[in-house]
């Protein structure tokens, strides 16, 4: 019996196993263009009753065609510039030359390119259309004239690549611009501000950014030929195309089928309206005829990650309504989150509603900002809300067990600051309650003491616990004592105003912090290499400045972004234009000498004695 149970196990085992080693898994690199292209390819081969598993994120073109020459992927998108530099050759900008070479050097390789997809993801320069009109530019070649008198704006990486970058580009073309403004390329979406403001005359951009047609800019023609060609195409392993009858025709199915213009509108999507990959690529198949599915981004909505004791709070619905006009057209809605920021980490949130405390790691003696996220605008206050029963502690230190939320959690994190900050000896007891109620409940239960909750003042939740007037407010005293302004900068000493709640006829001395609206931060490392825009990949894309002005539109009376956070480039203060310099250039140098030599040399003249 058991030698029989022993063999089925091992005959499951085996089969899950092999199960799990023939699902097709697609490849991406970590931003939007290659998270589309991947969720089609995905979608179009599940279409085609194949076993697929899903979408792998990688971090940069190595790690991915590492992945794909060991079988840990069977496809991904790529661009043929890219796949000649990766085997150390100089891309070309002949298109032809460029898909006819890449053939040749991964076939020895197991690798298999497959049809282009109709696109091409280059380097290019663009302009406002009334800008250019006003020019008469339509070319690059038109700048050379007057360059000189124009200001040029691009990112550091542009400015450093030794082949495709500004230096080449502006040999090439003989360019001579009056003034380069160069951006940090992880904030390269600013270059897009410059040129809509008119700080700058034009822009180096990536000729698939979804901004270019959204703003409706004008790409002038690279009529020289000098950037190189970086066309999409499919890279697959030939094993793979083997062992799945069909894959080749699901790959093969996107070829010429998406041009610059559709690739642009889906960046957009992806790019500035934060919607999700899987349901722009779903929804682009659908339209192109290339599966049975409807159109699906009706169902695709933006989640704000907030943690559920303040996701019902007049807070929450100040952030809904903010983002839904700085998102129209979005289905915007709450996700309850202890942990906002790491479902925003995750992808399952685009934003999160989180106080000061959440940007800083709290375990440690001198909490340190977590630089992955900045705060996009500022939707109120939270306040420390430590509550107690009637007949409970009368002071902080008769205090000896605190109730709060699951460990990581604002409640848990608050508390730990409280007891670190102020010595205390009370025990802290996270649980798992999701509602104010619940959490309060541990005081007429004999759970704790007392009870910590972080909600801006005046919460329906609260109020509605107070009701019966079973509960207290402890005060917050001697937090300046010490160190705890310096340690702590991110708490604010603050006070509940008297007779918010029932039963509280005095003002209540307490903490507070500022209630941000916050999203990924951009990655300030150089991360595109030499294979061309796009080609390393970023992380979890920020929120668009154009999205965080219009977020901070909305709010009435907006408040300025506590300066303890990291904040968005667009809520930046602009700075007035510094003086004009006042060393004159060296040709009015020599020409001043040459004029005061002669004024020497005439007044000389005029007193010099006469000899005659």
Known sequence: MFRSLLIAFLALTLTACEDSESQIKIGAKNFGESRVLAHMLAELASEQGLPVSGVVDYPNT????????????DAYPEYNGTGLVMLGQNPTADGDAAMARVKELYEPLGLSWRPRIGFANNYGL???????????????????GQARALTIGIEDDFLKRPLDGF???SQRYSYEFSETDVVPLGERA???DKLLDGQVDLIEVYTSDGQIADYGLVLLEDDLAFFPVYEAAVLASASSLAAHNGLGGALDALAGKIDIQLMRDLNRKVDIESRAPRAVARDALARLGLIDSGAVEADDPLFIAASPFISESAAANTALRTARNAFQGRDVQILPSHAPL?????????????????????????PERDESYEAVAAIGQNLI????????PEAL???TRIATGPEGSASHRLATVLKAGLSLTAELVPGEADTTSALLANLTSGGADAALVSAPEGDSALLASFADTSFRLLPIDGWSDGANLVRFPFIRQNRISRRVYRGQFNPVETLGQQLVLAGPAPDTQSIVGDQGPSAIATGLSPISSAAVIALNDTLPGATLIDPTLKQAVALAPVLPEPPASINPAADVSVLSLIVVAMFVWLTWLYIRPDYR
């Open 126 to 144: 663009a302009m406002r259309p009334d800008r250019a009109a006003e020019l008469g530019l339509t070319t690059m070649s038109q700048l050379v």
């Open 385 to 392: 809300h430590l509550v107690t029963a009637q007949g409970g």
């Open 397 to 399: 230190s008769d205090i």
């Open 342 to 366: 790491e479902s925003v980490a995750r992808g399952e949130a685009r934003l999160a509603l989180v106080a000061s405390d959440a940007f800083f790691d709290v375990s440690k003696p001198a």
């Open 190 to 192: 600013q270059l897009y």
């Open 62 to 73: 190595q790690a991915i065609q590492a992945a794909l020459k060991q079988g840990d992927i």
């Open 167 to 169: 230096q080449p580009m």
